[in-house]
């Protein structure tokens, strides 16, 4: 899994509540465990005015020119504004899987739905929890502001905007430990490989039969 410490990027914002993981990446999409390859099919039913279907080519799909994420200035975004109980619905890791390969690095908004904010932290995408007042302000600048851009410094808690006003946001020790090392479920466990393997060999001695 990929480090987050820092991340300075562009912003777009998504003014919808309660977004729900088949908007995310709708059901006819998860037909692999890969975490990759998802990204073109992230918010499909919005992105496209026809009806996708895996292994279609996307780039001969028909856009709608009126969704947020299809607009030009927002073209390269990597942090997503949202509003409140995002990722609600069923508990398909494959909803931050998309969201991570179409780019984003965070998401910033008012609440999460409990399911979707574990899978985040468990693939290195980092979502942030801010009061309404500052997503209403950040909504605000964004929308006014052509190539809106701040900055998350993981390790200091802070989002930082341009005119230099600093948000605090709160994060557990152990998740925010996890991203800034870049350790998955799997790389926790491979921290302790050297006991595993002396595990694993004194097994063999005391239990000989189970490998026969």
């Not at 005015?49 to 030009?72: A, T, V, W, Y």
């Not at 109980?85 to 910033?108: K, T, V, Y």
């Amino acid at each position: 899994m990929e480090k987050f410490i820092t991340h300075e990027g562009l912003v777009v914002p998504l003014d919808r509540a309660n977004v729900d993981t088949d908007a995310i990446i709708p059901k006819q999409f998860l037909k692999s465990i890969k975490r990759s390859g998802f990204g073109p099919n992230a918010f499909d039913e919005w992105r496209y005015l026809d009806h996708g279907e895996p292994g279609m080519d996307n780039s001969k799909r028909i856009k709608n020119p009126d969704f947020i994420l299809n607009q030009e200035r927002y073209q390269g975004a990597s942090i997503l504004l949202v509003r409140s109980n995002f990722g609600c619905g069923s508990s398909r890791e494959h909803a931050p899987w998309a969201l991570q390969d179409f780019g984003f690095r965070a998401i910033l908004g008012e609440s999460f739905a409990d399911i979707f904010f574990n899978n985040c932290f468990k693939n290195g995408l980092l979502p942030i929890v801010l009061s309404k007042a500052e997503i209403d302000a950040l909504f605000t600048l964004t929308e006014s502001t052509p190539g809106f851009r701040i900055t998350i410094d993981l390790a200091a808690q802070v989002v930082s905007r341009p005119d230099g006003h600093k948000i605090p946001f709160a994060l557990d020790a152990f998740r925010k430990e996890c991203l800034l090392n870049g350790w998955d479920d799997i790389g926790l466990t491979l921290r302790h490989a050297e006991k595993i393997r002396a595990f694993e060999a004194q097994r063999r001695i005391e239990q000989p039969w189970l490998f026969a």
